[in-house]
Every structure is written in C-alpha cells, then in structure tokens.
C-alpha cells in the first residue's frame, strides 16, 4: 500500500514543506493515520482520495509546528511570518490548490480528487461515486469554478485554463526512496500493534504530529456536533439546578386546536389536575428544599456517539446559576484520549479541545442555555409555577412503560419546550424540543430520565440519554454530588 499510493502522497508532502525530513515525517505520520482510521474506512476505491486529504493536513500541521519551533528559535521574517500565517506567493500556486482541494464539500471533492489526483475517466468516477457522467462533467465544472473563486479571494486571479492545468499538476507524484518505504511499512505494521510495539519503530517528532492530525481528525468530525458536545456540558446542570420558588402559576391553557396534538396522545386533564400533578412533583422532588442551593459540583460518566462508533467520556462540572456552566474532562475514540471543555459566563462561550481554546457559536451558547431553561424545569419543578410561563396540556403518553402527562412550556422569545411528567409521581420521565441544526435544518431533539433517586432529602434522576430524530447521541450518568450555595467566580474563567 505503501508503494502504491506513497509518490503521491511524499509529492504533496514536498510540494507544502520545504524541509525534506519534515516532508519524510509527515508522509509517515500519514500511512499511520491510515493504519488507525483504517477500520472507518468503507470504499477502497477511495482510499487514494482520503489519502490525498490526510497527506495535506498532515504537511499544513507539520508545517505549523515548524514554524511554532522556529518562532521559538529566532525572530521570524516578514516573509517567514506570513508563510507561517499559511499565505504563499505566486510560486506555490499547487500549495495553494492542495488546500483550497481539501476545503471543498465532499461533493466537489470526489470528482475531482478522483479524475485528476487518481487519473479516473469521468465514467469510471460515475461508477464509483454511483452517479452519471453527466453529472460528474457538472460537479467537476462547478469545482473548478469555486477553486478559481478562492484564488481569486487570495488575491489571484486565475483563468479556467490555469485551474485546469494546476489540477493535472495536483497527481505530481515524487519517488519514494526505498528506505522511506520500508522504515514506514514497519512503523505502520507496529503501530498497528499498540503503543508498547511502536514505541521503538516510531519517532518522537511523527508519533506526535500522528496524534495531532487524529485529534483534528476527530474534531473535525465533531464540528458537526458541536451543539451535542454544548449539550452534553449543559446537560450536568440537570443534576443539581435548584432555585427558589417563582412566583404563582401562570396562565394555563389547554391546547386550542385538539386536531393539533401529535398522534398517540390522548386528551390530558384540567387545569385543576396540571396543578395538582405540579404539586405532587414539588413535593416528591424535596418540596422545601428545592430552593435552598444554587449550584453545585458533581462527575459524569458515559458515551457519546461520534459517527457510528460510541467514545466513552469522564467529565467534572460545575454550575451556578443560570449562566455559568463548566465541565472539563477526556473522552476517548480508536484508543486515543482527547481532553475537552466547555465554559459559559453570562454571554461568553468557551470551548476547548486539546490544546485549542475558541469561542463557542451563538447557536452552541443558545443550546446550552436551551438545555439550563430545559433542567430547571425537570429537576427543579417550581420554575413551572412562574407567572411569565404558559403550560398547554398536550395529553397523556406512554414513556418506557409508565403513564406520562405531557405539558408544552412556552417562554417569551425562547423555544417551546415538551415535558413529560409521571402520572402517579409527578417524576420527570421526558423532554423533548427542536432546534435548527448549521445546515438550516429542524432536528428534534429527546432526553429521557431514567434512576431516580433520593439523595440528601431530594429525589431526582441520575441518569439521562439524548435522541437526534431518533438517532441515540448520548447516554450519561451522575455521581458524587455537591451542592452549594456559592462557586468561587475563577471556576468560569476562560480555559
């Protein structure tokens, strides 16, 4: 494998590096990425195109890190900073073509990679793709196109031709001296092995830039689950989230329109029997106690789902109040452990991944103060006697076995949320809601509450799980809780 798809890939290496033994580090790095990912990876008939996308992010992090150490060294030039910034002359026009390729959606990406990087007719790329010719020749005209938009955004300008011709280039394969093959053909065998195995057939400077791109690799993918993660750090608040009484009840409605009640629901009761459930919930859950802390610590254990695999995670968290959430910890996939947090103060989000600290966006912020709003209902229950709330009655529904009364709160500028409380208990069994996805898309979204338990004279759940239109996202359980009245301000710093 080595020898078929290594001149392409040392080809990209050298074209982005100026430091062969760089170059050879990354080309390695990047048969060890494959050696890892390799169980993900369902179409060999694509193995060249991915392959081609890991050998450019691999030479960009291997590039970065050269400038990081040389910054570190000496003073950089002007020229030297703004390589290091990733802008290039006109001389490294394919440089700028292998990055601009690997920043396409995969539906321009395919084409490409695959009738110009692979040398496939535009029939033979049909077939894999699973597609018409036709449509492959307007995808690959439509690629073109927004690569010459992006070149022209870097301040060049570039005519059809051009772009044509720097793509036949893209295939400049280079050749792989025998000894690069064979000392990465045996890192590769043993670092399929483990880590013990690799420790002596893998160098310091390729086992960490292998570890580097994995973990990009990774967030990369969870970028589109980045609300999930929000969520999974504002979900902890559930477990302590207690606050006072909030004045009496508000107005409460009965849905208007019966027509209008989702199917399976049956016609819920009175207003007189909302309020009484309301009561025997309070009262179950710890009745006075409910309001006397306002924050607290606890641990969470469970997995979440990255792609089809399940990544089991730790995390510590904290909370106090309605606006300041932390949680920190590791969650590990394909044997590598990534350290994660997330803080909120007030209006300020923070995320960290590894060593990459960035603020959150607003729709992550908005998610987690969703999932707040979401918690001190369920497990607080007097924010439901607010006066500033409508509670509409939807009906009664079957949860995991257990009769459930359904209520849709509904708060001034904020989503309408579902909840589904016990009939017998009063417990909270189930929330639901919807909310637009980065793709301008409704998903719904499901928790369930199952374990509950009377700790320190207040009975709630201890574990939760989180549906995505049906998609099972996450499962957690909560231990070692510590309520309190107040967190020192420096917990909800910037990590």
Same mark, same amino acid.
């Given at each position: 494998?080595?020898?078929?798809? !290594?001149?392409?890939?040392?080809g990209?290496?050298?074209r982005?590096?100026?430091?062969s ?5 990354a080309?390695q790095?990047?048969f ?10 369902c ?8 392959l081609? #996308?890991?050998a ?18 000496r ?7 703004a390589?290091?910034a990733?802008?290039v002359?006109g001389?490294?026009f ?5 990055e601009?390729?690997t920043?396409l ?13 692979e040398g496939?007719? =535009?029939?033979?790329a ?8 036709? =449509? ?5 005209s ?10 022209l955004r870097? !301040?060049?300008a570039?005519?059809?031709t051009a772009?044509?011709t ?7 394969a280079?050749?792989v001296?025998p000894g690069l ?7 590769a ?19 960490a ?15 589109t689950?980045t609300?999930l993660?929000?969520l =999974? ?13 909030? #004045?009496?009840?508000?107005?409460v409605r009965?849905?208007p ?5 989702p199917? #399976?629901f049956?016609?819920? #009761? ?8 309301l ?6 859950a710890?009745?006075?106690r ?7 610590t606890?641990?969470?254990k469970?997995n ?8 089991p995670f ?10 300041q ?7 590990e ?6 350290s994660m947090a997330?803080?909120?103060? !007030? ?7 590894g ?11 908005r ?9 001190r ?5 007097t ?10 009655l939807?009906?009664?529904?079957d949860?995991?076995?257990?009769p ?18 016990d009939?017998? =208990?009063?417990?909270?069994l ?9 793709? !301008?898309q ?5 928790f ?13 759940f ?20 510590r ?12 990590p």
């Amino acid at each position: 494998m080595v020898e078929r798809h !290594g001149p392409r890939v040392l080809g990209v290496c050298r074209r982005i590096l100026r430091s062969s033994h760089e170059a050879d580090d990354a080309f390695q790095a990047t048969f060890l990425v494959l050696v890892r990912k390799a169980g993900s990876l369902c179409r060999q008939d694509l193995l060249g195109p991915w392959l081609y #996308g890991v050998a450019v992010r691999t030479a960009l992090k291997a590039r970065t890190r050269a400038w990081r150490r040389r910054a570190l060294e000496r003073p950089l030039t002007n020229r030297e900073q703004a390589q290091a910034a990733g802008e290039v002359g006109g001389a490294d026009f394919r440089q700028i073509l292998d990055e601009e390729l690997t920043r396409l959606s995969p539906r321009y990406q395919k084409p490409i990679l695959l009738c110009y990087v692979e040398g496939k007719t =535009t029939a033979e790329a049909g077939e894999i793709l699973g597609c018409p010719k036709g =449509t492959v020749l307007s995808r690959l005209s439509r690629a073109r196109e927004k690569l010459r938009a992006r070149f022209l955004r870097r !301040g060049l300008a570039l005519s059809a031709t051009a772009v044509v011709t720097l793509l036949s280039e893209t295939a400049g394969a280079a050749a792989v001296p025998p000894g690069l093959v064979q000392a990465t053909a045996e890192a590769a065998s043993s670092f399929a092995l483990g880590k013990a195995a690799s420790a002596g057939a893998v160098s310091a400077p390729v086992a960490a830039l292998t570890k580097g791109v994995l973990t990009s690799m990774l967030l990369a993918k969870l970028k589109t689950a980045t609300i999930l993660l929000a969520l =999974t750090a504002a979900l902890v608040t559930g477990v302590w989230a207690s606050y006072p009484g909030m #004045g009496q009840a508000g107005a409460v409605r009965r849905t208007p329109n019966p027509g209008a009640v989702p199917a #399976g629901f049956a016609p819920a #009761g009175d207003q007189t029997e909302l309020q009484a459930l309301l009561d025997k919930a309070i009262k179950a859950a710890g009745g006075a106690r409910l309001g006397k802390f306002n924050g607290g610590t606890c641990k969470i254990k469970g997995n979440i789902t990255i792609g089809d695999a399940k990544a089991p995670f730790t995390f510590d968290a904290f909370l106090h109040g309605a606006d300041q959430v932390k949680v920190e910890g590791e969650f590990e996939q394909n044997g590598m452990k990534t350290s994660m947090a997330i803080v909120m103060n !007030g209006d300020q989000c923070w995320a960290k991944f590894g060593d990459k600290i960035e603020d959150a966006p607003k729709e992550t912020a908005r998610g987690i103060r969703d999932v707040i709003r979401t918690f001190r209902y369920v497990h607080a229950l007097t924010p439901l006697k607010d006066k500033n709330l409508t509670l509409a009655l939807v009906g009664e529904v079957d949860v995991d076995g257990k009769p459930a009364v359904g209520l849709k709160v509904g708060c001034k500028d904020e989503r309408d949320i579902d909840l589904f409380l016990d009939k017998a =208990t009063g417990q909270p069994l189930k929330a639901e809601w919807k909310f637009t996805n980065r793709n !301008g898309q409704d998903e719904a979204l499901e928790f369930t509450f199952t374990g509950h338990k009377e700790l320190d004279g207040r009975k709630h759940f201890t574990k939760v799980a989180l549906k995505i239109d049906g998609k099972a996202m996450f499962d957690a359980e909560f231990s070692d809780f510590r309520w309190t009245e107040k967190l020192e301000p420096s917990v909800f710093e910037r990590p």
